[in-house]
Nanobody, 117 residues
């Protein structure tokens, strides 16, 4: 099994920046593609960004965050990051880390991001 723990969320003003982290533990050797998703109140969970096995592998972004967010991975598959710049009120949501593994998909518990003046 794989455990995922997100951190780095908080309250930020419009135009500000935050960096989310996701720490993986357990059977990390089995982790393949990872990603960030978000869910705002009353909305379905949506894709934010995904990344392949290494930071030199593919990346994919939702149109709404292209040019503002950057996804990356640390060494040894243990960490996942999301650098969020030029934040907007519509980015407010709970952000979840996701890992695709040989044993199936795993989710973190989520971290709240609130963009408000």
């Amino acid at each position: 099994q794989v455990q995922l723990v997100e951190s780095g969320g908080g309250l930020v003003q419009p135009g500000g920046s935050l960096r989310l982290s996701c720490a993986a533990s357990g059977s990390i050797f089995s982790i393949g593609t990872m990603g960030w998703y978000r869910q705002a109140p009353g909305n379905q969970r949506e894709l934010v960004a995904t990344i392949g096995v290494t930071s030199n592998d593919f990346t994919n972004y939702a149109d709404s965050v292209k040019g503002r967010f950057t996804i990356s991975r640390g060494n040894a598959k243990k960490t996942l990051y999301l650098q969020m710049n030029a934040l907007k009120p519509e980015d407010t949501a709970v952000y979840y880390c996701y890992a695709d593994t040989d044993y199936g998909g795993y989710w973190g518990q989520g971290t709240q991001v609130t963009v408000s003046s």
